[in-house]
């Protein structure tokens, strides 16, 4: 497993450099498959790293090698979270794919929301933008009402739909809260869900307080891909 | 206010035990008066947040920010007939 930089496309022309950790063997290198990984998103992207990492960890032990990219503005990104928008995030990700020579994808619960639409895969959880957006919302009103102070989500989304709106410790743009409402996973893309009742062992480790892992669920994500792979069905 | 329906039972336990990592013989062996909030320490505000996104996801139903008060977290019956009447309307 190492980190390396990719050119990250930016929506405006030319690139900016960006970190993505690669898990691969030294026996598949250049082999035919190789799986991009798109993350969790926004707070749920700290409780999933671990469970992510260690579902590439198996599959590039299974030989199938795989690229976790950073998305802009997250992580070691030296571009700030408040200048992005999901369809900048959608557009470094189909960047990542053709950098990384990705013939694969899985996503992890929102991050089936930027998957290039032109590579078969798997989204495991996915989620829409909208549920996202209400638990972020949910989680600051309740954290506001401890301190005696009163919000609402119809008021605060129209404080963010004008003005932006920190949530969870994260600046979100006008843009970005506008955009993220409306957006949810391409039902005509070429991807399968795989839902958390199929991992049967479980609740999600999204709905943890803290970033936690499950080696179970790890196990079980990446036996389903690395079968499908093994099988040569594409999706 | 209607029965609560076992699915519906069945499906608000699995829900408990999934967004607090609670293992599944403790949620079966709550009772109607068992205490929620206040009286499980995994059931804290943030996980509140948590829990009431996961009940609208998982019963397919919408809660509204003035529905939530001290009662409705107050024991298993309450949050089950909540869940029950709202899955009714």
């Given at each position: 497993m190492i980190s390396t930089q990719w050119p990250c496309p930016l929506p405006a022309g030319g690139v900016n450099s960006e970190m993505a950790l690669v898990a691969e063997g030294g026996d598949h290198v250049g082999g035919a498959q190789r799986l991009l990984v798109i993350p969790a998103l926004l707070g749920e992207a700290n409780q999933m790293r671990r469970f992510t990492v260690e579902v590439m960890r198996r599959l590039c032990a299974a030989g199938i090698p795989c690229v976790l990219p950073d998305l802009p503005g997250t992580n070691e990104s030296l571009s700030p979270l408040a200048a992005q928008t999901p369809g900048d995030w959608q557009h470094a990700m189909a960047g990542a794919a053709r950098h990384f020579g990705a013939t694969h994808v899985l996503t992890i619960r929102g991050g089936a929301m930027l998957a290039p639409n032109d590579l078969p895969g798997w989204r495991y959880a996915p989620c829409t933008g909208a549920t996202q957006l209400r638990h972020l919302l949910r989680t600051r009103i309740v954290a506001a009402r401890e301190a005696g102070i009163a919000e609402t989500q119809d008021g605060l989304l129209a404080l963010g739909r004008a003005e932006g709106l920190d949530l969870a410790g994260m600046w979100l743009s006008a843009d970005f809260i506008t955009e993220f409402l409306g957006r949810v996973p391409d039902a005509e893309a070429p991807h399968r869900d795989i839902l958390?009742?199929?991992?049967?062992?479980?609740?999600?480790?999204?709905?943890?307080a803290e970033p936690g892992e499950d080696a179970g669920q790890a196990d079980a994500l990446a036996a389903i891909i690395a079968m499908a792979l093994a099988d040569g069905r594409p999706a | 206010m209607p029965a609560a329906h076992p699915d519906t039972d069945q499906n608000l336990r699995r829900i408990l035990a999934d967004v607090l990592a609670l293992k599944p013989e403790v949620v079966a062996g709550f009772t109607a008066d068992t205490g929620l909030f206040g009286h499980l320490?995994?059931?804290?505000s943030m996980a509140v947040a948590t829990l009431l996104t996961e009940l609208e996801d998982r019963l397919h139903i919408t809660i509204e920010d003035d529905e939530i008060d001290g009662d409705l977290l107050d024991t298993y019956s309450h949050l089950l007939a909540f869940v029950t009447a709202k899955q009714a309307a």
């Open positions: 958390q009742e199929a991992l049967s062992c479980g609740g999600g480790l999204w709905l943890r | 320490p995994e059931l804290d």
